[in-house]
């Protein structure tokens, strides 16, 4: 059984930080890539980072470069996400996800957390 477990979310000004985490357990962790995604009210679940198994391939959605960096650690089957200079319409649910293939497509992964919320306020 894959468990996937959210951390790290909270309400926070905007320009702050957060850091979510995910600990994976259930599967060779370190087989399957591993994403981050996000849905606001109203709005799809969205793509915001993804990372191969190995770490060596990293995609953003546009609307995070420079802001937010994916990572993982095989050794402790967590995968993180560091957000800097967040903005109120970072606001959503944040879900982990993992999958047999590294995708920014949601319905390409089969395991996903129970999500945590982040709020941004202004």
């Known amino acids: 059984q894959v468990q996937l477990v959210e951390s790290g979310g909270g309400l926070v000004q905007a320009g702050g930080s957060l850091r979510l985490s995910c600990a994976a357990s259930?599967?060779?962790?370190?087989?399957?890539?591993m994403g981050w995604f996000r849905q606001a009210p109203g709005k799809e679940r969205e793509d915001v980072a993804t990372?191969?198994?190995?770490?060596?391939?990293?995609y953003y959605t546009d609307s995070v470069k420079g802001r937010f960096t994916i990572s993982r650690d095989n050794a402790k089957n967590t995968v993180y996400l560091q957000m800097n200079s967040l903005k109120p319409e970072d606001t959503a649910v944040y879900y982990c996800?993992?999958?047999?293939?590294?995708?920014?497509?949601?319905?390409?992964?089969?395991?996903w957390g129970q999500g945590t919320q982040v709020t941004v306020s202004s």
């Open positions: 996800a993992t999958g047999s293939r590294l995708s920014t497509t949601p319905s390409h992964y089969a395991y």
């Open positions: 259930g599967r060779t962790f370190s087989n399957y890539a």
């Open positions: 990372i191969s198994w190995g770490g060596g391939t990293i």
